[in-house]
C-alpha cells in the first residue's frame, strides 16, 4: 500500500513527530481523507507499518531442506535474516528511534523473543537456555551489522562482505560437539 510505503521512509527520515499525515499524503499521492479511511490517526499508521514489517520477517525463507549442521543452519537463516533486515532497514531505525511512540508496542520483540525460542531448540535441543542465548547473540549481531554498516556508515569506512560476515559468525555461534 502506498501510503505505509510513503509513511514509513518519511517517519524513518523525519521522525514520527516531525511528519504530518498532509506529507504523507502528498507522498503517496493520495488524499489525506483516504488516509483517514483506512487508519484513525497517525499512532494508527505506525502500527500499520510495524504489522507490515513483521509479516515481511515473518515471510522470511525458512529452514533449507534436508538434514543440515547447526553452522550451515545459522548461514542459511543468517542469509535471510540480513537481507531482510536490510530490506527492512527503515522499519529497524523507526523501532529505535520512535520508542516514545512504539513503547508499549511489544510485537517485534514479541516476534524476535519467538524466533530465538526456535531457532534456539535447534542449536541446543537438550539446552533451552543456552540455544536461546546462542540464537539471541547471533541475531543482535546480525541486525547490529546491517545498522552499523549500512545505517551508520560503516561500510564507507571498512568494508566487509556480508557473506564472509554470516559465515564467521555462524562459525563462531555453531555449537559443536565437545561443547557442553
Sequence with gaps: MEILAAARRLFAERGFDATTTREIAAAAGVSDALIYRH????EDLLRGIVDDGIARFSAMAGNPPGEVTPRDLLEHLGTAFVTTCSEQL??????VSQQHVLGDDTR?????HRAATGLGHKLAPD?????????????GSLVAYVLLQH?????????VDTHDYIHTLA???APTQDQP
Design 108 to 112: 517485534f520483540v514479541e516476534f524476535v
Design 39 to 42: 487508519f484513525a490517526n497517525k
Design 90 to 95: 527503515d522499519l529497524l531505525v523507526l523501532l
Design 127 to 139: 539446552d533451552p537456555t543456552r540455544g536461546y542465548l546462542l540464537a539471541r547473540s547471533f541475531m
Design 171 to 173: 562459525a563462531a555461534t
Design 151 to 159: 545505517r551508520l556508515g560503516l561500510d564507507r569506512i571498512h568494508h
